[in-house]
C-alpha cells in the first residue's frame, strides 16, 4: 500500500522493562522536581526511564516499527492506574507504570511537524489517552472536501464531553496560519 503518511495511535502495550518500586519512586522523584520549577531535571529522570521502555529497545530489531517516529514524551506514563485515581496500580499485580498509549507516525518525503504530544487526565479508565496536533504537507487540497472532513471532525469533538472548544480553535488557528504560509 502506498501511502503518504501512516499513523499508529493506541495502547501498544509496550511496558517498562524495570521494577515497579524503582519506577514509581522515580516517578515520585519527577514530580516533586516539576511541583519545583525544575522542569529539566525531571525530564532528564523521564528520559532515563524511558531507556528501560520496551518500544525504544525493540525499534532497531524490529522492521516493522523502525520506520515509524515518535515525539518526545515529557508526561508521566499512561498506564497502569487504580480506578478514578491518580494512583498507579495497587492491586495484587502491580503493574510497573508505563508508556503504553502511544502516537507515532511514519511518511513519505512529505513534511511533518508535530506541535506537541501530551496525555489528558480522564481518570474513567485505567490508562491515561495521549493526544498530538501534526501539521503535514498535502500535495493538493480539495476545499470542498476539506471543509466536509472538518465538519465531521467537529462533530466528532463536540460529542465529547470534556473536549475543550479552545483546542478546536487552536487547530483551527493553526491550519488557517499554515494555510497562508503557504500563498
Not at 9 to 19: A, E, K, P, S, V
Not at 164 to 182: C, F, G, M, T
Request: charged share 35%; aromatic share 12%.
Amino acid at each position: 500500500m502506498n501511502l503518504d503518511y501512516k499513523f499508529l495511535i493506541g495502547d501498544m502495550n509496550f511496558r517498562l522493562d524495570y521494577g515497579n518500586y524503582e519506577t514509581k519512586d522515580t516517578l515520585a522523584k519527577c514530580t516533586q522536581l516539576a511541583a519545583s520549577k525544575r522542569i529539566d531535571e525531571a525530564l532528564e529522570l523521564l528520559e532515563k526511564l524511558q531507556g528501560y521502555d520496551q518500544f525504544n529497545q525493540s525499534r532497531n530489531s524490529n522492521q516493522l516499527i523502525s520506520e515509524y517516529k515518535e515525539g518526545r514524551i515529557k508526561f508521566l506514563p499512561t498506564y497502569k492506574y487504580d480506578a478514578n485515581s491518580n494512583v498507579y496500580d495497587t492491586s495484587k499485580k502491580q503493574r510497573t507504570p508505563s508508556w503504553t498509549d502511544r502516537i507515532m507516525w511514519s511518511c513519505s518525503d512529505l513534511k511533518i511537524q508535530q506541535l506537541f504530544y501530551s496525555r489528558r487526565e480522564y481518570k474513567e479508565s485505567d490508562h491515561r489517552p495521549v493526544v498530538s496536533y501534526f501539521i503535514i504537507e498535502v500535495k493538493k487540497i480539495d476545499k470542498i472536501k476539506r471543509e466536509k472532513i472538518m465538519s465531521q471532525v467537529y462533530q466528532v469533538l463536540s460529542e465529547i464531553e470534556e473536549f475543550s472548544l479552545i483546542y478546536i480553535r487552536e487547530v483551527e488557528l493553526l491550519l488557517e496560519e499554515q494555510l497562508e504560509k503557504k500563498k
